[in-house]
């Protein structure tokens, strides 16, 4: 059974990046053809995918994001980050990862504030 768990700090301040880990148990993020993606949801509002990284260590992202995220993995940890740069408020919300569509982590909480 996979499971994904999110870690990272619950509060960051405007204009500082946001860092948050994924780790996984239950597969490997090399298995081949397996994706994992970054996905949020702010109050009010629905699911924001972010961006995928494949198993090949490939990645895309959120057009709207693209400027601002970087997802990179180490697979000697079996973990895959999320960096968000110049966050706002607007960046508030619960974090997700995931892998494929099907197996998602409890979310984090990210709040962007002074």
């Known amino acids: 059974q996979v499971q994904l768990q999110e870690s990272g700090p619950g509060l960051v301040k405007p204009s500082q990046t946001l860092s948050l880990t994924c780790t996984v148990s239950?597969?490997?993020?090399?298995?081949?053809?397996?994706?994992w993606s970054w996905i949020r949801q702010s109050p009010g509002k629905g699911l924001e995918w972010m961006g995928v990284i494949r198993y090949d260590g490939s990645t895309d992202y959120r057009p709207s994001l693209k400027s601002r995220t970087s997802i990179s993995r180490d697979t000697s940890k079996n973990q895959f980050s999320l960096q968000l740069s110049s966050v706002t408020p607007e960046d508030t919300a619960k974090y997700y990862c995931t892998k494929g569509v099907g197996y998602w982590g409890q979310g984090t909480q990210v709040t962007v504030s002074s």
């Open positions: 239950g597969d490997s993020i090399t298995t081949s053809y397996t994706t």
